[in-house]
T-cell receptor, first 110, second 118 residues
Framework: QKEVEQDPGPLSVPEGAIVSLNCTYS??????FMWYRQYSRKGPELLMY????GNKEDGRFTAQVDKSSKYISLFIRDSQPSDSATYLC??????????FGKGTHLIIQP | DTAVSQTPKYLVTQMGNDKSIKCEQN?????MYWYKQDSKKFLKIMFS???????INETVPNRFSPKSPDKAHLNLHINSLELGDSAVYFC?????????????????FGPGTRLTVL
């Protein structure tokens, strides 16, 4: 079993919809949870960072961590075409530093 | 100002050649990284380095070697390039390093170098 699992998509939703992106992980030693956004032909940029269970909100973005289920989510409210990108979860605190999911390709249809 | 920069942005070369990719960060960070992103967009760490310790992913061929002239730079040298080396290579940096293990601090990525080996 891979340490971090993420559905690659593509996930296509209409503009204005609420988007839910998810990752599962297997290593309970993981303590840090991040979401990166990567536009085509660009480097990943950090969106959200949390180290505890619960929710963290930043504008239209909410990161949710459930350590008991080893499940993390990123919610995007009022989605915009400019949100179309690949979203990578990154989880850390294990022996290998950050472990990235494969990324979910998100398409917001105008 | 660009926080993490890489050159060149694109690199096209023949099999068997030796090439280098440069990375510079102006964030004052202690730790730098190289990642390889394959055609399926999977981002995989290759090296983690600060002035005390180099950690190499055991799956990385020894044709790849990082070189750090100073804290702000970590260059990637690749010898005897192979077709399978074609990918996008990302440099990243983070502020902290915890002794004995990788500290998961926020990493800031460069724009990537698209390497094509013919």
């Amino acid at each position: 079993q891979k340490e971090v699992e993420q559905d690659p998509g593509p996930l296509s939703v209409p503009e204005g919809a609420i988007v839910s992106l998810n990752c599962t992980y297997s290593n309970s030693a993981f303590q840090y949870f991040m979401w990166y956004r990567q536009y085509s032909r660009k480097g990943p940029e950090l969106l959200m960072y949390t180290y505890s269970s619960g929710n963290k909100e930043d504008g239209r973005f909410t990161a949710q961590v459930d350590k008991s289920s080893k499940y993390i989510s990123l919610f995007i409210r009022d989605s915009q075409p400019s949100d179309s990108a690949t979203y990578l979860c990154a989880i850390g605190g294990g022996a290998d530093g950050l472990t990235f999911g494969k990324g979910t390709h998100l398409i917001i249809q105008p | 100002d660009t926080a993490v920069s890489q050159t060149p942005k694109y690199l096209v070369t023949q099999m068997g050649n030796d090439k280098s990719i440069k990375c510079e960060q102006n964030l004052g960070h202690d730790t730098m990284y190289w990642y390889k992103q394959d055609s399926k967009k999977f981002l995989k760490i290759m090296f983690s380095y600060n002035n005390k310790e180099l950690i190499i992913n055991e799956t990385v061929p020894n044709r790849f070697s990082p070189k750090s002239p100073d804290k702000a730079h970590l260059n990637l040298h690749i010898n005897s390039l192979e077709l399978g080396d074609s990918a996008v290579y990302f440099c990243a940096s983070s502020q902290e390093w915890a002794s004995g293990s990788l500290h998961t601090d926020t990493q800031y990525f460069g724009p990537g170098t698209r390497l094509t080996v013919l």
